[in-house]
């Protein structure tokens, strides 16, 4: 595999996502670190020679830049027993990453990096007002998550796949945003199992 160079932020879920996985894999990962609260991902080195958009995670293979998290992990799990060999499982892994996408990051991170990172001191008028909605939609997401993992270890087949680690990277630290995680016991219990399978790396290293 050609060199691999990870161009992100820390404290992005997003990016410890794509670290999880080559952690679990034993993949060689190199890290160029990027303050987003500090604008270096908007510099025109940056749009000019990472990503025209300005957003992390990138993932670097070679000289070429793939962005986004979700492709990023299937880049590198390919082939790999985190990518389930049956059709359905495959479908079923997707599904479960859209719905971190679309259900579970945008309100659950979303609140993590408003209130445990900014804080609400520094939230605009419009951001504060868009908390309890968010909050709510978070509860929804934890919850329905909590309901599947009543009767399975992992969210899709009989081992953890990328579905697991997309969810993983933000639910573990969603106490940051302020959700009561001891209220999803099923949950809780997953969280454990993912922090004990070998390869495991905790988001801040």
């Given at each position: ?12 879920g997003?990016?410890?996502?794509i670290r ?29 020679g ?5 957003r ?18 299937w ?25 971190e996408?679309y259900h579970?990051?945008p309100?659950?991170?979303t ?12 939230l ?9 909605g ?7 997401a934890l ?31 969603a106490?940051?945003g ?19 399978l ?8």
């Open positions: 595999m050609e060199k691999l160079i990870l161009h992100e932020d820390p404290i992005s997003n990016c410890y996502k999880l996985v080559a952690a679990h894999l034993g993949l060689p990962l190199e890290r160029r670190a990027y303050d987003i609260r500090k604008g270096e991902t908007r510099t025109p080195e940056f749009l000019a990472v990503s025209a958009n300005g992390i995670p990138v993932l670097q293979v070679g000289d070429r830049f793939l962005a986004e998290s979700g492709a990023a992990c880049y590198l799990a390919e082939g790999s027993p985190l990518i389930p060999a049956d059709r359905f499982e495959r479908a079923d892994m997707l599904h479960w990453m859209f719905f996408q579970h990051e309100n659950v991170a609140l993590r990096f408003w209130l445990g990172i900014i804080g609400e001191g520094g605009s008028d419009a951001q504060r007002a868009a908390v309890p968010r909050r709510a939609a978070g509860e929804a919850a329905l998550m909590d309901a599947h993992l009543a009767g399975h270890d992992f969210f899709v087949g009989g081992g953890p796949s990328l579905a697991d680690i997309a969810l993983y990277a933000y639910t573990h630290v106490d940051e302020g959700f009561a995680l001891e209220h999803y016991p099923h949950l809780g219990r997953w969280l454990g199992r993912m922090a004990a070998p390869g495991h790396i905790p988001m801040e290293e």
